[in-house]
C-alpha cells in the first residue's frame, strides 16, 4: 500500500465514523420526535374523548331523569282526565289544573333542551318519539277513555324503550372508560 493511504486511512476512518455516528444520532432524533408527537397527538385525543363523554354522560344522566318526570307528570295528566272523564263521558274534556299543567309544561321543555344535545341522531330520535308521545293523550280532546289509555299506555312502553336506551348508551361509556 502506498504511503499516502496508510496516512489518510486513519483520517478517513475517523471522518466515516463521526459521519456514521451522526447519521444514526440524526435517525434516532428523529424517530424519537415523531414517537413524541405520536404520544402527544394521542394525548390529544384521549382528552378530547374523555371531555366528550364527561359532556355527554352529563346530559344522558339528566335527560333519563328528565324523561321519568316527563312520565311522571304525563301520568298525572292522564289519571286527571280519566278522573274528569268518569263525570263527563268524555276524556280530556276539561283544563288540567295549573300547577300540573306548569309541571307537565316544564317537565317537556327540560326534556326537549336535554334531548337536542345528545349526540347520538338514532338516540336523539328515539327520545324525541317517547317525547312526543307523551304528549299524546293531553291532545285527545273529548276521546273515547278506552283509546286514550292505548295511547299512554303505548307512550310509556316507548318512554321504558328511550331510557333503556339511554341507560345502554351511559354504560357504553363507562365500559369504554374502564378500558
Not at 5 to 11: E, I, K, Q, R
Not at 18 to 31: D, P
Not at 158 to 164: H, M, N, P, Y
Amino acid at each position: 500500500m502506498p504511503e499516502w493511504f496508510t496516512a489518510l486511512w486513519p483520517v478517513a476512518v475517523f471522518f466515516l465514523g463521526q459521519a456514521s455516528t451522526y447519521l444514526t444520532s440524526s435517525v434516532t432524533e428523529k424517530r424519537q420526535i415523531a414517537r413524541e408527537a405520536k404520544a402527544r397527538q394521542a394525548e390529544r385525543e384521549k382528552a378530547i374523548t374523555d371531555r366528550r363523554e364527561t359532556f355527554e354522560l352529563d346530559h344522558l344522566v339528566r335527560l333519563n331523569e328528565a324523561l321519568q318526570d316527563l312520565a311522571r307528570a304525563a301520568s298525572q295528566a292522564h289519571l286527571v282526565d280519566m278522573r274528569t272523564s268518569a263525570e263527563t263521558g268524555h276524556y280530556a274534556g276539561t283544563m288540567l289544573p295549573d300547577g300540573l299543567s306548569d309541571t307537565f309544561l316544564q317537565a317537556g321543555r327540560a326534556v326537549r333542551m336535554l334531548r337536542n344535545l345528545v349526540l347520538d341522531d338514532g338516540l336523539r330520535a328515539q327520545v324525541t318519539e317517547a317525547a312526543t308521545a307523551l304528549h299524546r293523550p293531553s291532545m285527545m280532546l273529548r276521546a273515547e277513555t278506552t283509546e286514550a289509555q292505548l295511547v299512554f299506555n303505548e307512550a310509556l312502553e316507548l318512554v321504558d324503550f328511550a331510557q333503556e336506551a339511554v341507560a345502554r348508551r351511559i354504560r357504553e361509556i363507562y365500559a369504554s372508560a374502564e378500558r
